[in-house]
Nanobody, 115 residues
């Protein structure tokens, strides 16, 4: 069993930055694929960025060059550094962890980009 807790969301002006964290507890963190998803009002949840246990990353096209996903396996924590934020980045950001048939979600943290 894996428990995930996100933090770091908030209100930021366009062009600003935020750093999200996802703290995991439970099983062997380093063996899990980790990802950040987001969901804006009225839209489907979308994959923003993912990172394998060995550090291979992938990104949604619209965030490439602005967002950086990373993980610290010793601390069982994943991060999402978000720079040059845009109003369209607004949404609830969810941490996801999966391995095989196991799939876990955090409760989400709100990110609002607005002037």
């Amino acid at each position: 069993q894996v428990q995930l807790v996100e933090s770091g969301g908030g209100l930021v002006q366009p062009g600003g930055s935020l750093r999200l964290s996802c703290a995991a507890s439970g099983s062997i963190f380093s063996m899990y694929f980790m990802a950040w998803y987001r969901q804006a009002p009225g839209l489907q949840r979308e994959l923003v960025a993912g990172i394998t246990g060995s550090g291979i990353t992938s990104y949604l096209d619209s965030v490439k060059g602005r967002f950086t996903i990373s993980r610290d396996n010793a601390k069982k924590t994943m991060y999402l550094q978000m720079n040059s934020l845009k109003p369209e980045d607004t949404g609830v950001y969810y941490c996801n962890s999966r391995r095989g048939s196991s799939d876990y979600w955090g409760q989400g943290t709100q990110v609002t980009v607005s002037s």
